[in-house]
T-cell receptor, first 118, second 111 residues
Framework: NAGVMQNPRHLVRRRGQEARLRCSPV?????VYWYRQLPEEGLKFMVY????????ESGMPKERFSAEFPKEGPSILRIQQVVRGDSAAYFC????????????????FGEGSRLTVL | SQQGEEDPQALSIQEGENATMNCSYK?????LQWYRQNSGRGLVHLIL?????REKHSGRLRVTLDTSKKSSSLLITASRAADTASYFC???????????FGQGTRLTINP
């Protein structure tokens, strides 16, 4: 029973390059969340997706950031023209039901992708 | 501003003692959850308490919820070195479909 798989675990990019982070949810989960965490801080919500739909992207910057969760394959968080301020850990979480309103309500987290922008 | 705020930001105790962390939030919630994060790792769900519940237990964990004060506490009894981690509360806000996390409490258990 594989949990949430994120890759790469570590990614180094120079300013202006693109970063592409992948997330495969728990098998059978159709809802994916992306969060960003700066050092010594909590998680900031970015986007909530279902298969082929973006449900809530209120936490995602309007420019340079995009997310998708296609019918087949992993969810992708894409950051174009990265800047130093994008350096952070990006966590993906999945849930089997609508939002987090399940019997347990818990989210299952991956180990994160740590982006460093030089 | 953050929906959930933990207090204290950092806590250091001796092994065997009890650790208490508090969380305050601002808006009406459906449930409140606590998660643990070991250094450099992802978050692990610990316990969930619904808005109509006042107290919940799971092993050495005890969670309380006071909706009138918009606050929750997490008690870890008989702490162990392996409990050293950051602990986050997260709220499922009514009408929303996302968990909002607090800043966390960094707990250190000294052997």
């Amino acid at each position: 029973n594989a949990g949430v798989m994120q890759n790469p675990r570590h990614l180094v990019r120079r300013r202006g390059q693109e970063a592409r982070l992948r997330c495969s949810p728990v098998k059978g989960h159709s809802h994916v969340y992306w969060y960003r965490q700066l050092p010594e801080e909590g998680l900031k919500f970015m986007v909530y997706l279902q298969k082929e739909n973006i449900i809530d992207e209120s936490g995602m910057p309007k420019e340079r950031f995009s997310a998708e969760f296609p019918k087949e394959g992993p969810s992708i968080l894409r950051i174009q023209q990265v800047v130093r301020g994008d350096s952070a850990a990006y966590f993906c979480a999945s849930s089997p039901f609508r939002g987090a309103q399940t019997v347990t309500g818990e989210l299952f987290f991956g180990e994160g992708s740590r982006l460093t922008v030089l | 501003s953050q929906q959930g705020e933990e207090d204290p930001q950092a806590l250091s105790i001796q092994e065997g003692e009890n650790a208490t962390m508090n969380c305050s939030y601002k808006t009406s919630i459906n449930n409140l959850q606590w998660y643990r994060q070991n250094s450099g790792r992802g978050l692990v769900h610990l316990i969930l308490i619904r808005s109509n519940e006042r107290e919940k237990h799971s092993g050495r964990l005890r969670v309380t919820l006071d909706t009138s004060k918009k606050s929750s506490s997490l008690l870890i009894t008989a702490s162990r070195a392996a409990d050293t981690a950051s602990y986050f509360c997260a709220t499922l806000i009514q009408g929303a479909q996302k968990l909002v996390f607090g800043q966390g409490t960094r707990l250190t258990i000294n052997p």
